[in-house]
């Protein structure tokens, strides 16, 4: 089994994050003129349900397992990384199980007294079979990822993206005449039809590479000393209430991350319902916020994401050396890409965000939902970093604890403004972004408390500028541009003079070196190459 580096991981996640993230924008596109907002809304509102039962059944379960298999790996114990998985599988598979019955028997209530739409009824029974399947999956994917091997995780992403994307157009065209609630019903039986392939595809996976690891433990055992002491097992008792441990806390995390997602929901719509709009009307403006204007937010994330999972499994084997060196190095080197990254899509969405929208969505509206939350989509980028960093150093109830503060925040200041009508849509967006800065600060502060960690606020004032200069650049291309009648033209030209502007910026500024570009795969080979000659 093939190991990369903490970079090169990163970017195999990076790469698939990226893709995933552009071939979700078809549907993101695409199912909207299917099913309208009002359906997109109707499939967003049984999601969040959806989403706590997932968290309860799999939670903290893929981070612990990539953690344990990361530890046992460096001692040495390959034995000890397989009786992980089976534990972990027999835990996840059973709690999926249970879930998906008492998913199926409670539908009915749920969709009518608890969820603000009866309309959900057939999108949340389309969604129970997919807890099996999404518990499989991310067993497999923290064991690769505790090997340090990001390919089948990558690979498997991106397949059930494919699958997904096609089977969720398709079956929503299908359902759709027979009304707007089977048609997101429709686009919620491609997506479980997506995760059931992308399942598939990491369990082929590891079934080859367990193929290929046995073809050569004959040789291995040969070469192995004749008073070598078979590997003693850890009794699975033992494994399963350490996995738990280490889970029990992250999960507490992220359900109240799921939790503050269903909340937001239900009082979002019953807000906006106070505030004297219509249902039909809040549930499009929800499916609006939540389907269109935040995935688009969310895009630039994909770097976040990769870097958050490469650095658990990095940061627990420094850890368990006490190199605090290694700690330090990968936690400013994660920051810094999640800032370089991020800071020029953040500028884009601000600066031409209705112009945007209009090309994606035909809807204007979005547009200034987004305009809104762009300007603090750092916070939101940075985040995921600090979050995982706190988890591989073995402090997820820190990190729980800030993640409830923040989504009590969010709550007090969705009922407040939502539900005024000055404010409406606007004050869930408000809250929204007023809980994303306080959880990164509150992350922040506890990763610098924990490992006398000093953030470089140069960077980050180096990055401010460099996005205003670009900002500027962006918005004087656009307004002077002869091509006014070419919307999709005037908007490509503009914003890749602003990203070229961006490139010459940071390397100007030093936010990115010729040898950070060494330490890349294939553009540090070119260069070292260049650089031979």
Same mark, same amino acid.
Request: charged content about 15%; some cysteine.
């Given at each position: 089994?093939?190991?990369?580096?903490?970079?090169?991981?990163?970017?195999?996640?990076?790469?698939?994050?990226?893709?995933?993230?552009?071939?979700?924008?078809?549907?993101?596109?695409?199912?909207?003129?299917?099913?309208?907002?009002?359906?997109? %809304?109707?499939?967003?509102?049984?999601?969040?349900?959806?989403?706590?039962?997932?968290?309860?059944?799999?939670?903290?379960?893929?981070?612990?397992?990539? !953690?344990?298999?990361?530890?046992?790996?460096?001692?040495?114990?390959?034995?000890?990384?397989?009786?992980?998985?089976?534990? =972990?599988?027999?835990?996840?598979?059973?709690?999926?199980?249970?879930?998906?019955?008492?998913?199926?028997?409670?539908? #009915?209530?749920?969709?009518?007294?608890?969820?603000?739409?009866?309309?959900?009824?057939?999108?949340?029974?389309?969604?129970?079979?997919?807890?099996?399947?999404?518990?499989?999956?991310?067993?497999?994917?923290?064991?690769?990822?505790?090997?340090?091997?990001?390919?089948? =995780?990558?690979?498997? =992403? $991106?397949?059930?993206?494919? $699958?997904?994307?096609?089977?969720?157009?398709?079956?929503?065209?299908?359902?759709?005449?027979? %009304?707007?609630?089977?048609?997101?019903?429709?686009?919620?039986?491609?997506?479980?039809?997506?995760?059931?392939?992308?399942?598939?595809?990491?369990?082929? /996976?590891?079934?080859?590479?367990?193929?290929?690891?046995?073809?050569?433990?004959?040789?291995?055992?040969?070469?192995?000393?004749?008073?070598?002491?078979?590997? +003693?097992?850890? #009794?699975?008792?033992?494994?399963?209430?350490?996995?738990?441990?280490?889970?029990?806390?992250?999960?507490?995390?992220?359900?109240?991350?799921?939790?503050s997602y269903l909340l937001e929901t239900i009082l979002?719509?019953?807000?906006?319902?106070?505030?004297?709009?219509?249902?039909? *009307? +809040?549930?499009?403006?929800y499916g609006a916020l939540q389907g269109m204007a935040?995935?688009?937010?969310?895009?630039?994330?994909?770097?976040?994401?990769?870097?958050?999972? @490469?650095?658990?499994?990095?940061? @627990?084997?420094?850890?368990?050396?006490?190199?605090?060196?290694?700690?330090?190095?990968?936690?400013? /080197?994660?920051?810094?890409?999640?800032?370089?990254?991020?800071?020029?899509?953040?500028?884009?969405?601000?600066?031409?965000?209705?112009?945007?929208?209009?090309?994606?969505?035909? &809807?204007?509206?979005?547009?200034?939902?987004?305009?809104?939350?762009?300007?603090?989509?750092?916070?939101?980028?940075?985040?995921?970093?600090?979050?995982?960093?706190?988890?591989?150093?073995?402090?997820?109830?820190?990190?729980?604890?800030?993640?409830?503060?923040?989504?009590? *925040? !969010?709550?007090?200041?969705?009922?407040?403004?939502?539900? &005024?009508?000055?404010?409406?849509?606007?004050?869930?967006?408000?809250?929204?972004? $007023?809980? @994303?800065?306080?959880?990164?600060?509150?992350?922040?502060? @506890?990763?610098?408390?924990?490992? %006398?960690?000093?953030?470089?606020?140069?960077?980050?004032?180096?990055?401010?500028?460099?996005?205003?200069?670009?900002?500027?650049?962006?918005?004087?291309?656009?307004?002077?541009?002869?091509?006014? &009648?070419?919307?999709?033209?005037?908007?490509?030209?503009?914003?890749?003079?602003?990203?070229?502007?961006?490139?010459?910026?940071?390397?100007?500024?030093?936010?990115?070196?010729?040898?950070?570009?060494?330490?890349?795969?294939?553009?540090?080979?070119?260069?070292?190459?260049? !650089? =031979?000659?």
């Amino acid at each position: 089994m093939t190991k990369q580096s903490f970079i090169k991981g990163t970017l195999i996640l990076l790469a698939a994050g990226i893709l995933n993230r552009l071939l979700g924008f078809i549907p993101r596109i695409a199912l909207p003129r299917i099913i309208g907002p009002e359906g997109v %809304g109707i499939y967003q509102l049984g999601y969040p349900f959806f989403i706590v039962l997932v968290t309860i059944i799999t939670g903290g379960i893929p981070l612990a397992i990539a !953690k344990m298999v990361a530890e046992a790996e460096g001692a040495g114990k390959p034995d000890a990384s397989k009786q992980i998985l089976r534990v =972990s599988l027999t835990l996840t598979v059973t709690t999926g199980a249970l879930f998906m019955g008492l998913s199926l028997a409670l539908a #009915p209530w749920v969709t009518t007294v608890l969820l603000p739409d009866e309309r959900v009824f057939q999108t949340f029974v389309s969604m129970t079979p997919m807890m099996i399947i999404i518990a499989v999956s991310a067993v497999y994917r923290g064991y690769f990822q505790g090997k340090q091997n990001m390919i089948p =995780s990558a690979s498997s =992403s $991106v397949i059930e993206t494919i $699958v997904r994307i096609i089977c969720m157009l398709w079956f929503a065209h299908l359902l759709m005449p027979k %009304g707007i609630a089977y048609g997101a019903a429709g686009a919620m039986l491609g997506t479980a039809v997506g995760e059931l392939i992308g399942m598939i595809a990491i369990l082929l /996976q590891y079934f080859g590479d367990d193929r290929k690891r046995s073809k050569l433990s004959p040789q291995q055992h040969a070469v192995q000393p004749a008073d070598a002491k078979p590997e +003693a097992s850890e #009794p699975g008792r033992h494994i399963l209430r350490r996995m738990l441990g280490i889970a029990l806390p992250v999960t507490g995390g992220r359900m109240i991350g799921s939790f503050s997602y269903l909340l937001e929901t239900i009082l979002t719509n019953r807000s906006l319902a106070l505030a004297g709009i219509a249902t039909g *009307i +809040a549930t499009a403006q929800y499916g609006a916020l939540q389907g269109m204007a935040i995935p688009l937010l969310l895009l630039p994330g994909a770097m976040a994401m990769s870097l958050a999972t @490469s650095l658990v499994p990095s940061l @627990s084997e420094a850890a368990a050396r006490d190199d605090r060196a290694t700690i330090h190095k990968r936690m400013n /080197q994660a920051l810094r890409l999640a800032l370089v990254t991020g800071a020029p899509f953040a500028t884009i969405m601000y600066v031409l965000a209705e112009p945007l929208c209009l090309l994606l969505y035909n &809807n204007k509206e979005v547009g200034t939902m987004l305009k809104l939350m762009a300007p603090f989509a750092l916070f939101i980028y940075v985040q995921a970093p600090l979050q995982a960093a706190l988890q591989a150093l073995d402090r997820p109830g820190r990190a729980l604890i800030n993640t409830l503060t923040g989504a009590v *925040i !969010k709550m007090g200041l969705i009922v407040y403004l939502a539900s &005024n009508p000055a404010f409406g849509i606007r004050g869930a967006i408000i809250a929204i972004i $007023v809980n @994303s800065i306080a959880v990164t600060i509150l992350h922040g502060i @506890s990763v610098s408390r924990l490992i %006398g960690f000093r953030f470089r606020f140069l960077d980050y004032i180096k990055t401010a500028a460099v996005m205003l200069i670009m900002g500027s650049g962006v918005l004087y291309a656009y307004r002077h541009l002869p091509f006014a &009648n070419m919307n999709w033209l005037q908007f490509l030209l503009a914003t890749a003079c602003g990203i070229l502007m961006y490139l010459l910026l940071i390397f100007i500024t030093r936010l990115v070196t010729l040898r950070d570009l060494e330490r890349m795969p294939l553009i540090g080979t070119w260069l070292n190459d260049r !650089k =031979s000659r």
